[in-house]
């Protein structure tokens, strides 16, 4: 589409990138135009199976957006934001607990994270379909049709293409992983945007700077188009938070609990936390912009038992098969149980929630 013929929308100018060395986590680089054909994919197979073992996360770039439409959806993300009054975003608000989605807005201060303090942040979560079974403020209606097309591009230009690779890394039929992740099938996988707020000093100080508490994601694959402002962080093997670094125009991917679950644990659900940016970043907010995506509703997370690697590298398990759930189940119970409480202790670091069938999961400050 020419420029000209999109609708006008403020620009939002993102806080220039640190010049701060911080200890980044050395994440490998995924040349996804390769993806295109059998040799290309047989290629990357082994590269992007490592990230997955190994780091949970890689980089994707050559996605086939340019930098001027990546720049465009950035600008999209702060419309739910800047461009919708509070009275809006209540109206628009999730009943996140009752429903187990997190349709509609996330509002501030809806999550504990630490000493009775709560989040600054919002989110704004779109159905991929973008217009079923969802209403949208008025500020984002002309931007319905560009919503439709970036969702359509994550998940048939990216997510896919993944999936084929991850399949492949476990010596699957490369279709294994797609056919369980139809655009049009029942399923909560979602575009969402997402802007964080600066805090107070003291609000900093009791939550040890932390902005989103260390989790795995819930679904299979999450794909975080990389901004400038330097927050994200993640466990890293030896135990060791490590920050990522910005590469413009470039995805993040991670593997999320689905895929975890689906692969016996060969694939890495990663923790990662938001923490307060370094200082020449302080004060500015942080604009994201996300397709977290999940398998249809009705699969059972239940361990590919067939795929050859798994037979020869062994399954561990979270759940005896029988007792596993469902995507719907498993989403259902962990969305209505973020943040919710304040979590049991285990020791400084970990404090667990009990979610479902007795399965504990963990967070992280
Ligand atoms: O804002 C970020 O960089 C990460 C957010 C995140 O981890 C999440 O929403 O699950
Ligand atoms: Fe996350």
Redesign the pocket.
């Known amino acids: 589409m020419p420029a000209v013929t999109l609708p006008a929308i403020p620009h939002y100018v993102p806080a220039p990138e640190t010049a701060e060395e911080l200890e980044w986590a050395d994440l490998p680089i995924v040349d996804i135009s390769k993806a295109a054909t059998p040799e290309g994919r047989a290629a990357l197979a082994p590269q992007v199976r490592d990230a997955m073992r190994t780091h949970g996360f890689f980089y994707i770039i050559n996605h086939g957006y340019t930098q001027a439409q990546t720049d465009r959806i950035f600008d999209i993300a702060d419309v739910p934001f800047s461009q919708v009054t509070d009275e809006e975003k209540k109206r628009f608000a999730g009943d996140i607990k009752q429903t187990g989605s997190y349709r509609g807005y996330k509002l501030r201060q809806y999550w504990h994270i630490n000493n009775g303090v709560r989040d600054q942040?919002e989110?704004y979560n779109l159905h991929r379909s973008i217009t079923e079974n969802q209403e949208h403020p008025q500020a984002l209606q002309p931007l319905l049709p560009e919503l439709r097309a970036f969702a359509e591009h994550n998940h048939y230009d990216v997510l896919h293409p993944v999936l084929r690779l991850l399949a492949l890394g476990l010596e699957l039929p490369e279709d294994t992983f797609v056919n369980i992740h139809g655009f049009k099938e029942k399923g909560e996988t979602y575009v969402?945007f997402?802007k964080?707020y600066p805090r107070t000093p003291e609000e900093e100080t009791l939550t040890n700077k932390v902005?989103?508490k260390g989790?795995t994601?819930f679904g299979t694959i999450?794909i975080?188009y990389s901004?400038p402002v330097s927050?994200?962080q993640i466990l890293s093997p030896d135990n060791k938070w490590r920050w990522?670094r910005h590469i413009p125009n470039a995805l993040?991917v991670n593997a999320g609990d689905g895929m975890e679950f689906l692969s016996g644990g060969f694939y890495r659900a990663t923790i990662?936390?938001?923490v307060q940016p370094p200082a020449d970043q302080a004060g500015h907010t942080?604009v994201?912009a996300?397709y977290?995506a999940m398998t249809d509703d009705d699969v059972k997370l239940v361990p590919l038992k067939e795929s050859p690697v798994l037979q020869r590298e062994g399954i561990t398990r979270r759940f005896a098969d029988e007792d596993a759930p469902t995507t719907e189940q498993w989403r259902k119970a962990r969305t209505s149980a973020y943040g919710q409480s304040e979590l049991k202790k285990k020791d400084d670091i970990v404090e667990e929630e009990v979610i479902l069938n007795g399965v504990v999961v963990k967070h992280y400050n």
């Open positions: 942040l989110h969402r997402m964080y902005w989103l989790h994601d999450t975080l901004q927050a994200l990522v993040v990662h936390r938001v942080r994201g996300f977290f």
